[in-house]
């Protein structure tokens, strides 16, 4: 199997950066980032704070109730 020396791969990489440049290859860069740790995020079970802290559901308070019993003893 062949291994690239360091002036191969230098010479494939300036072609890169000619080819696409130096933003695209950066933004590239990014969204490859952003998405391994996205992925890790979900191996590890992490999401987003909204799906971990759903919203509270509303409950009518016209219906509740407190209730004492004067019998029963208090502790």
Do not use: C, W, Y
Request: charged share 20%; aromatic share 6%; no cysteine.
């Amino acid at each position: 199997m062949h291994t690239f020396s360091f002036g191969e791969l230098a010479l494939i990489f300036g072609i890169v950066v000619v080819l696409f440049g130096g933003k695209r290859i950066a933004s590239v860069g990014k969204a490859l980032g952003e998405g391994i740790s996205n992925f890790k995020k979900g191996l590890n079970g992490v999401s987003d704070d909204k799906q971990l802290n759903p919203p509270a559901v509303q409950q009518n308070q016209a219906h509740v109730v407190d209730v004492e019993h004067k019998d029963a003893p208090k502790v």
